[in-house]
Structures are given as structure tokens and as C-alpha cells.
């Protein structure tokens, strides 16, 4: 028979079972919390730690069995149907509560949100008809980036307009859903920034984050960013606080930014934790993922300060020999349990170091040995 739940031990369930959900888990253990996945893909990277229920987020059956004896629920990605939260929330507390998840889970509400907060976004204009998108390309200008309103991650879902030539193109691929038209941003850096908040209020912040990506999908992350100056900081955080306190929000948010002449932009934000955040979990007193636990299950926060300097490297499509990996001091190995495939997310190694010169010599020799698997 299943213990009933008590404050000490709160079961949690989860949205989602993948590499997120599986380090989440990994960091409730030791403070005494329980969890129940729920994934429509079978044997999902947290299923190996814990029990995984495989149905849809639109089965309300499913949804009544995964919410039984929950003490709360919260999601690892922002694309589970909102009705499925709200009647979670019917249920069980849900936290991030499901209005930050409707705001972010529609770019043009998502950027029409931040305006709303006085947080700057490159231009950017609705499109829902071929005419609509020339009137768009006419207001913005070009280059220009056309996106799928919904559903895009890792870079899919987006062409880069350079010239009129490349409209007619972009419409026949990605024309008949709503879509959104932005002003191509010639960026500096891509910096992040993951901040939480507690049930209570209280709210802590990470340092910046600079991130590289590679076909739309994030390849390198270094923190703390170095040659950010106190403004930038204390802009990024500015920001975050304005999205966390008018959604009454709970947990980790990612706000992901482009650094332009001295000025941030805000490109998206993910109501969870983030894969620009892995490298919390050595290279900060407490990761992002303890402190998600710790914001939604009415835990203090714990101290976001960074220790030493840490770069995170994502595993994409296929795996190196760990033992090679692992020979490269201040090394940490991550791998998720799933088969590799093109493009796969299928782990990340955090390399930390007290010394920042020794990080990029260290960083050189583990590309390398990334490099040729
Ligand atoms: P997204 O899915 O919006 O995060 O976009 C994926 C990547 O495309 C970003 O990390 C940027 O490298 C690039 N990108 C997205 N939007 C823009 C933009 N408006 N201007 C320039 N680059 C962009």
C-alpha cells in the first residue's frame, strides 16, 4: 500500500518525464520528496527514477489518476494543453501558476505581455494572411525573422527573411497557422537569466548566463558571464522581477535575452527550469532544480551565488567515450538514458573551476573529445 503523503515527505507530480524532470527528481531526493511523471512516451529519462504514468495531457481519466494523492504538480516544459493544468488545479496547488504558462506558450501574447511591463522586445508584428505578411515585412523591415506562433522550440519553426526574395518561400513553408513577424536582432551575445520565486514572495536571482547555439539549438553555456557589467545584471533582473511579480509566479523562470549595444532585449521566456541553467547544479550553491522544489513546496530559497566558473556543453545526437570525458579535471559527466538520434538532446557535461584562465583550456580539451564522437 502506498504511504499517504505527509508534509515531510510531499508527493510531487510532474508534467513532462524528460531530462528536466529527471533532474528535478534527482535533486528532491535528499530533501525527503517523492515524485509521479506523467509522459505520453514511454520509458521517458525520469521514468528510470521514479513512477511513470504514459498517457495524454488531454486524457482527463489519466489526469484524475495522475492527480491522486498529489501534493502538488508542476510541468517541465511549457506546451502541456493549459485545460489539463486548470484541472489539475482543481485538484492540487500547480505551480508555476497556468497563466504564466498561457502567456508563454504564444509568442505574440508572450512579447505583447513584456511590452505590457515596459520590457523592451525586438519589433516584431502578428501575421495571419500572405497580405498580412508583406504589411508586416513592410512595417518591420528586413532581415527579419518569421515564427510560428506556437509549438517552436530549438530553433524550429522560424526562417530568417534576408531579402524580399525569401518571403513567397517562407509563406508556402509555414503559411496557414498563426505566425509572428520579428526584426532580426544583429546581437552581440545571447545571455540568460534564471530567477525564482517563492510562495511567499521572496525572490532570487542567478547570475547572467551567456549561451551559444548551433542550428537553433543550444550548445554552450558559460557562467558566470565574464565582463558583464553590475547595469546589465541589475537590467536582467530588473526585468525578471516585473514578469515574476505580475504573474504571481512560483518557481524557476528563464528569461532568455539578446545583448545589443550595451542593451538587453527580450527574446522568450520558459516557465520552468532551463537548459541553460544545468550548470547550477555544481557551479551554484543551489541548483535551479533544488530551488524550484524548494519555491513550490513552500521551502526558503537557497543562495543563488555562483561557486568558481562553470562551463555546460550539451550532448546532441551522440555520446563520447565518458572515460575521456571524465579525465578532464573538474569535469561532470550527465546523461540522460536516451537512445541517441540526430539533434537529440542526450546529456551535458559541467566543467567548474575556481581559476577562470584554466576553464577555457579545459573547455578546449573537452570539445575536442566531444568533437570526435
Ligand atoms: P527562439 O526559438 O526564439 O529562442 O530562437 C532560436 C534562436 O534563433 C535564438 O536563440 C537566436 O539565436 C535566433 N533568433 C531568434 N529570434 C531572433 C531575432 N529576432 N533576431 C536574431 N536572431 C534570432
Known sequence: MMRSPTPDTPLIGILGAGQLGRMLALAGYPLGMRFRFLDPTPASPA?????????????????????????????????????????????????PPPGALLVSQDRFSEKSFFVSQGIPVPAFAEVGSREGLDAAVEKIGLPAVLKTRRFGYDGKGQAVLRSTDDVGAAWRAMGGQPLILEGFVPFERELSILSVRAVNGQVAFYPLVENHHREGILRLSLA?????????????????????????????????????????????????????????????ETSQFENHLRAISGLPIGSTAPVGYSATLNLIGALPDPARVLEVEGAHLHLYGKEPRPARKLG??????????????????????????
Not at 530588473?238 to 550595451?262: H, N, Q
Open 47 to 95: 521514468s528510470h527514477l521514479a513512477e511513470q504514468l504514459v498517457g495524454s495531457y488531454s486524457d482527463h481519466d489519466m489526469l484524475e489518476r495522475f492527480a491522486d494523492g498529489l501534493d502538488l504538480v508542476t510541468y517541465e516544459f511549457e506546451n502541456v494543453p493549459v485545460d489539463a493544468v486548470r484541472l489539475l488545479a482543481e485538484r492540487t496547488l500547480v505551480y
Open 224 to 284: 558566470p558571464v565574464q565582463g558583464i557589467t553590475a547595469e546589465l545584471q541589475q537590467q536582467a533582473e530588473s526585468y525578471a522581477r516585473r514578469v515574476l511579480d505580475a504573474l504571481d509566479y512560483v518557481g524557476v523562470l528563464a528569461i532568455e535575452l539578446f545583448e545589443v549595444k550595451g542593451q538587453l532585449l527580450v527574446n522568450e521566456m520558459a516557465p520552468r527550469v532551463h537548459n541553460s541553467g544545468h550548470w547550477t547544479i555544481e557551479g551554484a
Open 348 to 373: 551535458h557535461i559541467t566543467l567548474r573551476t575556481n581559476d577562470p584562465a584554466v576553464l577555457g583550456e579545459r573547455l578546449a580539451r573537452l570539445r575536442d573529445v566531444v568533437s570526435k564522437t
